[in-house]
């Protein structure tokens, strides 16, 4: 039973940079794959990337791809998203998840998720 804290979320304009972090705790001592999920407003939740937990796999939606970053830190339970070149369509409430396998985060298969953080993107 892991609980997730999302931080690092703010109002940014297009171009600008934003570092997201999700601390982990309740079972830091377990191994498990981590991702980052966003919902906007009357959106479905759509799958950001996902890690796992020796960093070995790491899969990242077409969207994102080439400008944001996922890494974790296992010594300190956190995974980052450290996103850059941000646009207006990446305006969304980012969520960490947890998950047994990077493949099954990816479709949308996870354990649990944290409050989530918001990102807004102005023009």
């Known amino acids: 039973q892991v609980q997730l804290v999302e931080s690092g979320g703010g109002l940014v304009q297009a171009g600008a940079s934003l570092r997201l972090s999700c601390a982990a705790s309740?079972?830091?001592?377990?191994?498990?794959?981590m991702g980052w999920f966003r919902q906007a407003p009357g959106k479905e939740r759509e799958f950001v990337a996902a890690?796992?937990?020796?960093?070995?796999?790491?899969r990242y939606s077409d969207s994102v791809k080439g400008r944001f970053t996922i890494s974790r830190d296992n010594a300190v339970n956190t995974v980052f998203l450290q996103m850059n070149s941000l646009k207006p369509e990446d305006t969304a409430v980012y969520y960490c998840?947890?998950?047994?396998?990077?493949?099954?985060?990816?479709?949308?298969?996870?354990?649990?998720w944290g409050q989530g953080t918001q990102v807004t993107v102005s023009s």
């Open positions: 309740g079972r830091t001592g377990s191994t498990y794959a």
């Open positions: 998840a947890t998950g047994n396998l990077v493949l099954r985060l990816a479709s949308g298969n996870y354990d649990g």
């Open positions: 890690i796992s937990w020796a960093s070995y796999t790491i």
